[in-house]
């Protein structure tokens, strides 16, 4: 059973589940799935200053602080009880084009050359992890949601924003991936 839980999970299965969470949300208690929100839940709990976009009823969302708490808990056992010492499987043809770009290292789930405290202060690294990091925490804001509250929740509730949303979402993802990721990636 350990072997079959530590190997990668096939979409057909892992999209099942992360479908059902909808149904399930709702039918527990008209609950509304998302992560970014729970930045402001924080903020409002943590700091309740006089600003008015923290001046609401944070409690009735503080289950989802428990869900991303979860989300903590279950990575780190992950990490201490699923790992293996296997390399992460990729195609010859993606070896060969990551190494082109100085990326080599397999041995994690993400690239221990780009993804490190060292390359932090690097050209490439400090764009990734630092620039990169804004970008989506501007995104999110500004789309009103994370991939996860419209991609997931929104386009189950047939909202119009959340496809709006999540075509941006792609466009930009394939935009990235194809043209400026291999740009960043060759500095």
Known sequence: ???QIQQPWPWYIAGIIIGLIVPALLILGNKVFG???NLRHICAACFPAGINYFKYDWKKESWNL????GIFVGAYM???FLMTDAPIALSPALQSELAGY???NYAYMLPHDLFSFASLFTLRGFIVMVVGGFLVGFGT???GGCTSGHSIMGLSNLQWPSLVATICFMVGGFFMANIILPWILSL
């Open 1 to 3: 059973m350990i072997e």
């Open 78 to 80: 992950a990490n201490q």
């Open 66 to 69: 428990f869900f991303v708490g």
């Open 102 to 104: 100085g990326l080599t």
């Open 141 to 143: 804001r500004y789309a």
């Open 35 to 37: 992560i970014s929100s």
